[in-house]
């Protein structure tokens, strides 16, 4: 018999015995206690299993979180990966073009990356573009600016309501804070640690923009850089 079986049974019980009190049985108060008590015990069963049931939900919950986090990390950087990338930008054009605000995004590329590799080995590879995404986030420090590797040594920063002056600021600070870690990359052809280039974009929001005119944009200006001299970063606005 399960909890709402006895429940039920309980309940006939009293509501049996206090109808044949009405109809002149003789009223039997050790009866009614024995009820009470019966259902009392009831109650505490279904407390505990009450309490249960809401740690076991507050546990999936924080489950399904942790869960729904990590398919949208990358396990190598801990930054967000290409899928959040594309998503989030599609819901900030969507929510910039109704405030006609402006949207900056930057392209990132760590310099002669390959060449890293081949010297250095894999595992410097992955210890160099992780300590890279640590310096791109230190960066940004609004709650919707975000940090991104696209793939490989490639990595985008968005940054909703920022003009060009405001994105160019944190791109040079990007580099900045790169060439400060001084990590030792011989053949780098531009300097003798690791450096990054990057392009950047500004635009006001419309209605028909979407994500990837944006990261193709910024991709045209990193190729810039590149063909300038890399360890700098190109501006071309968005059109």
Known sequence: MDLFDKEQKILDSASARAASVKNGMPYNIDEFETLADEYGKLLKQFRRITRFA?????????SNADLSDKVLRDPLT???NRRYLED???HNIKELSRASGKLSLLMLDIDFFKKFNDTYGHNEGDYCIKSVAEAFTGCVAREN??????GGEEFVIVLPYTDENGARLIAKRALDRVNERRIPH???ECAGYVTVSAGVTTAYVKFNH????????????LYMSKQNGRNRFTFKQFV
């Open 210 to 221: 979407n994500g990837e005119d944006y990261i193709k944009c910024a991709d045209e200006a």
């Open 78 to 80: 801990g930054l967000y």
């Open 54 to 62: 809401d740690r076991t939900a507050f546990d999936l919950f924080n």
């Open 88 to 90: 989030k930008l599609a």
């Open 145 to 150: 600016d975000f940090v991104a590797r696209y």
């Open 186 to 188: 011989e053949k780098n």
